[in-house]
């Protein structure tokens, strides 16, 4: 038995429960907080195949309308007719059980006909990204061994210069107006004209052995009618699908899902909400594309499970349009990732939409922001329900708990939930034993959802499951004493673009490919978008190479959502181990004066089609704009010179109403260019305030947290001043702090003359990984300051996000909800602003009144003071309720840069600071 392949249903069992180690069975605390109802495990044997259960969903629905797309739609008997002539048509054309087929379409109604037809003739589904390059295609169509695609007829130019080498012998292709309308099919002949010869979205391509998918499914018809369509035996250990991801290594591949593993899954889903949900049908809002896993199993099948009408979206990058699509509609669910979320909640027209019947609002793919969550309860009355899942998994391994009884009290927890049914979830510490409740370690998963493995890759496949088939994450996150699992960090070098993974050695490989390259090497930097960006540092072979040329060269190899955003030359050579390994760690901070702006990568041309593309980059305009006119629009980045050139001492209304206007991403972008390029310091008070008051908090929340964000080692000092039993000290507290990020060594003492003069923090992982030691007892306020960064400790080794602490902290004092740095929400707006003076800088106070704002365990009063020169923070301040103040903080000397010394030990008395 292939590792990662099922252990259950020993002895005919029905049951996965039965393959539970005894250990994990008497561990398994989430089962006490399951919704009621929820089974403890589902039965894996109550379908042999996904064609049985889609008969039996035809049987039930048959009538029922199962998609609509631009207005159209087909009925489950005319998915199953069709999707029978289209197995008949395959099977015609040679195809037989086990053969690939690939499928390369955004959401349209053609999409479940393949998808289902290509499952009924015993063939494994392969989903394609429309938007891959040739080179990834190539690759994909090459490992699958595909005989047979389906293609857009928009992409059918990338898929010609793709075709050599691969074993493709039959090539469909389809329009987006195919199956749209009855009869003469006007409405689709109108909609694939204009997508023809006015919108000119289709490339011109040589394809002289294609078929279009109308003579297909003619064809097939006819072959049925004729000669019968040859039933195909099918089991849960048969393949389904080829489900091509990165995995924990940047080339992609195939993850083996049978019939077993996608309906276990299927199962699983349906019991964590099915029972909850009428009998009325459903209406799901299809926005993420059904290539992904995701949408595959959420949108598609188990919306069809449950009888219910998905409406299918092409291009959720074009908003208005989606609004426009479905101003008539009225849906009950909708699934997506952050990003998605928030470009919704970004147009007037979708926030003034009607929500009264929507129930369901769930998120994957990413990590979904507090404040975007909160602000979707604001607009639509639902909270969003976070999930966690991998391809490898079908996806769904942890759901968070739906109670439609009373969603609408439910709050956004930043969970991602509990295990799902019959699934067992663990964590590894680093040596390999298992950790306890409360702890973090690498998070693992066994259950009948988990893939059979790679395709064709044993050796990918041994590395990503443990002797005893638990598949291994590389995802860090803790479980809690109810079962709730939160995620920590991800333990490899991956980058997280919008829910996409992004391999670093991918890009490095095709980046070499160019001959002015000399080194490269791509790492992550936080992006308060997407999660995080494509970083690019170059050592350049040729001293003319410019970024855009690296841009160019990367667009024609990759696809938009890995298309490098920052280009970074370097001279000589990039760091790296005494072994030669790159010091990625020691990359994301820039290089004086040597990053040059990527700006908005264009997509490559055949994904530069607006319309009619679906991923998930697009959900978020990751491809930016498709063509100069649009990048000029208020799509593109907002600079300080986009505003007028307003008198320093002028509040200017235009400027102002033109900055409120802006969506929050922009004002960010504002802000953060407005500081750097020292054209806010240049203004006066007046229209400073003025400015400010206009912006979303959250953009002056991400900006600080952006700020904040991996620094690899640094040095800083803390000056704090309070005033204990109404007399100020007579001597301020100095705290100097000294962090370097891998291994996690952390400094810190209170220096000479103060009420805590000398006492130290010392935390070195190298040494004494379980526990800090020194002297704690007395060190006011450290507390907070170890909170700003960021969780360190809860951390498992090696997996630390060391933050700038003056940045962090005053993020921290904004955001803070009284519990925890990582809990930030949308905060309210300060109470009041202004700009004045503190010891010789220029300032910009911004001030709350408790208990909205910032919370201080004495604080009736308290305000931020961040340096307008610089936009560095230079402390807190906080009041009593008499009006007195109490405590003074400042951020001073902060250094970025390598500590001199190689060894960390402040007990040597050779040891210099």
Known sequence: MAAGEPQGQRDGNNLWEETMDQAVQQDRVWLGAYPPGVPAQIDVTRYESLVQAFDEWIGKYRERAAFVSLGSDITYAQVETQARAFAAWLQSRGVRKGDRVALMMPNCLQYPICLFGTLIAGAVV?????????????????????????????????????????????????????????????????????????????????????????????????????????????????????????????????????????????????????????????????????????????????????????????????????VYIIRNETFTGVAGVNTLFNGLLEDEGFRARDFSKLKLSLAGGMATQRAIAERWKQVTGKPIIEGYGLTE??????????????????????????????????????????????????????????????????????????????????????????????????????????????????????????????????????????GERVKLVVVAKDPQLTAEAMLAHCRQHLTAYKVPRIVEFRQGELPKTTVGKILRRELRDPAPAQTQPAGTPLPHASAALGFILAPLALAVGLLGAPDAKAQSNASAPVTASALSAAPSTATNDADVAKLAAMPVTQQTQWLAQTIKSGDLAKMGDEAIVARIQALNPEALVRYLKAESAALPEYQYELTRHERINNQWQTTPDRMIVKIREKPLQIYAKWLPDGAHSGQEIIYDETKNPKEMYGHLGGILGFTSIWSSIDGTLA??????????????????????????????????????????????????????????????HYANKSRVLIDLKTGRPRGIEAWDASGQKTEEMRFEKVRREQWSDTTFDPKNPDYKF
């Open 795 to 856: 951390r498992s080794q090696s997996n630390h996000t060391v933050r700038d602490l003056g940045f962090a902290f005053i993020a921290e004092q904004i955001a803070h909800d009284g519990r925890s740095f990582r809990a930030a929400g949308l905060p309210e707006k300060p109470a009041r602003m202004s700009v004045s003076e503190v010891n010789g800088v220029r300032v910009l106070a911004l001030e709350w009144d408790a208990p909205s704002g910032p919370p201080q």
């Open 393 to 530: 998994c079908s996806p769904i391994v942890t759901m968070n708990p739906v109670d439609l009884a009373h969603i609408d009290d439910m709050e956004f927890t930043g969970s991602i939930g509990l295990p799902a049914p019959s699934t067992e979830v663990r964590f590894k510490r680093e040596d390999g034993t298992w950790a306890d409740i409360g702890e973090p370690g690498e998070l693992c998963v066994r259950g009948p959802q988990v893939m059979r493995g790679y395709w064709q890759r044993p050796e990918d496949t041994a590395k990503t499951f443990d002797a005893d088939g638990w598949l291994l994450t590389g995802d860090i996150g803790v479980m809690d004493a109810n079962g709730f699992v939160r995620l920590i960090d991800r333990k490899k070098d991956m980058i997280l673009v919008s829910g996409f993974n992004v391999y670093p050695n991918e890009i490095e490989d095709v980046v070499m490919l160019h001959p002015g390259v000399r080194e490269a090497a791509v790492v992550g930097v936080p992006d308060p978008v997407a």
């Open 126 to 322: 392969v989903n394609v990204n429309p938007l891959y390059t040739v080179r990834e295609l190539s690759h994909q169509l090459r490992d699958c061994g595909a005989r047979t695609i389906v293609v857009f007829e928009n992409f059918a130019k990338t898929l010609q210069a793709s075709l050599q080498g691969t074993d493709v012998r039959d090539v469909v292709i389809t329009q987006i107006g195919d199956l749209l309308g009855d009869g003469l099919n006007a409405k689709g002949r109108l909609v694939n004209f204009i997508m023809r010869r006015v919108a000119k979205q289709v490339p011109p391509y040589d394809l002289p052995q294609a078929i279009p998918l109308k003579r297909a499914l003619a064809d097939g018809a006819k072959a049925r009618s004729a000669q019968g369509l040859t039933p195909v035996p099918l089991t849960r250990d048969d393949l389904a699908f080829l489900q091509y991801t990165g995995g924990t290594t940047g080339l992609a591949k195939g993850a083996m899902l049978t019939h077993g593993n996608v309906l276990a899954n299927l199962l699983q889903a349906e019991a964590w909400i099915a029972d909850q949900l009428t009998d009325e049908i459903e209406t799901n809002l299809s926005l993420l594309p059904m290539y992904h896993i995701f949408s595959l199993t959420v949108n598609c099948l188990m919306f069809m499970s449950l009888g219910g009408r998905n409406i299918l979206i092409a291009n959720p990058r074009d908003v208005k349009k989606v």
